[in-house]
């Protein structure tokens, strides 16, 4: 009987996909409306790949009279179009991102095309990574990244902000265009390596991208590219009628400058914009932790909240820092974390989150760790373990 039933839910599940693809293919999805079940029309796929020219990349020719790049065009595009949550999501994040792109490209005479690298690198996503390491909008690995000016290490992650990622992507790009002379190689670059081009172009005798037999991903790169803006140029077309209300708000904010000489936790920043920690980290990205480390930074804050930062966050800062360096516990011959934990009532992750300890560290007797018992915004020290001394930086 339990095989039986497995059968019929597999069998349900098929008929389910199938209708699916039926109705994905000929146009008659369904849609629940405010009136009842109404019908929402598709354009046939075989209609949406029906690419008539001409067609150019950042005012390149794409060679549509070769019938190898036609079905390379027609297979992204019908790959692209198959997953339409996706695309969704780029229409909903376009507005809130691209212009703040669009606006550094243009400031450096790059093709506006060149937008279209960022959606498929990570769907405008700051935090996505790939197998190989690579990170943030335009998806640089650690070393690439370091060589274009990005801080990358525990404390940062700049290819997680949109700005300096950008930045970075625009120095890459126009380097690998002045070096190889056209911006279909130089995407092409951007994704394999300027170095493995360079000897496939010499081992091929052509600098044609469309010519070139390459990786396959990196084959298929430019096309998915070119397969982005042909939709996001004109959704309606490809059956995405997207309203004003439906995209996420442009990202707006006020800069803030600060400097502390100690690791400062990100709550003061919050607190001395009106704002909240989640806001702070989702406005600069890349900062890793909860915490700054000392210097000087340029911080995001919420949009209207920077009039009255400056006199707030050196209030708070003051407080803070005299709360953070009587909080102090010396660690003891025989201490573990999880006993301190129960010892001051605090969540044992604290200790790592109030520290920037990781998972497996162990500490030593002599250590000094910051510990706010009960409540860490109110607490004063009450245990005689506590000492008044300054944390060691």
């Keep these: ?18 209708v699916f693809i039926v109705l994905l293919f000929y146009g008659g999805a369904l849609a629940q409306s405010s009136g009842g079940i109404t ?20 005012g390149e020719a794409v060679p549509l009279d070769r019938q190898g790049v036609r079905e390379r065009l027609e297979k992204e595009l ?26 550094m490209l243009a400031a450096e005479n790059l093709p506006g095309d060149i937008k279209y690298l960022a959606i498929i690198e990570s769907a405008l996503r700051p935090h996505t990574g790939s197998p190989k390491g690579a990170v943030g909008f335009w998806q640089f690995t650690r070393d690439t990244g370091r060589i274009y000016g990005l801080q990358v290490d525990t404390r940062k992650d700049e290819r997680r902000n949109l700005f300096y990622s950008t930045a970075a992507a625009i120095r890459y790009l126009k380097y690998l265009y002045d070096d190889l002379g056209s911006w279909s190689l130089a995407a092409a670059a951007y994704n394999m390596g300027e170095e493995g081009l360079k000897a496939e172009i010499l081992a091929q005798e052509t600098g044609d991208y469309y010519s070139l037999y390459l990786y396959l991903e990196t084959q298929r790169y430019l096309f998915r590219a070119i397969a982005a803006k042909m939709i996001l140029a004109d959704p309606a077309k ?30 003061v920043l919050a607190r ?34 920077s009039e009255d930062f400056n006199r707030q966050f050196s209030e ?37 989150i109030w520290n920037r300890l990781k998972v497996n560290q162990h500490i030593h007797p002599g250590d000094r760790l910051v510990i706010y018992p009960n409540n860490p915004e109110t607490a004063t020290p009450s245990h005689p373990e506590m000492s008044t001394e300054k944390e060691v930086p």
Aim: with cysteine.
């Design 272 to 305: 001395a914009a009106n704002s909240d920690f989640k806001t702070i980290k989702e406005l600069n990205p890349e900062i890793r932790g909860h915490y700054l480390a000392p210097g000087s930074h340029q911080v995001l804050i919420p949009r209207g909240t």
């Design 1 to 18: 009987m339990h095989r039986i039933r497995v059968d019929m839910f597999r069998a349900i599940q098929l008929v389910g996909l199938m």
């Design 39 to 58: 019908a929402a029309v598709l354009p046939s796929l075989i209609e949406s790949v029906r690419v008539q020219g001409p067609l150019e990349f950042c």
């Design 238 to 267: 490809y059956g995405f009628k997207v309203t004003a209300e439906d995209v996420y708000p442009l990202l707006e904010f006020d800069k803030v400058q600060v400097e502390f000489d100690q690791d400062v936790g990100l709550q």
């Design 316 to 352: 708070l800062l003051e407080q803070w820092l005299v709360r953070h360096s009587s909080m102090i516990y010396i660690v003891k011959k025989g201490d573990n974390l999880t006993a301190i934990a129960e010892r001051y009532n605090v969540p044992l992750p604290s200790l790592f």
């Design 78 to 103: 019908l790959l692209t179009l198959w997953d339409r949550p996706q695309v969704i999501l780029w229409l909903k994040r376009y507005p809130r991102y691209m212009p703040h792109i669009e606006k």
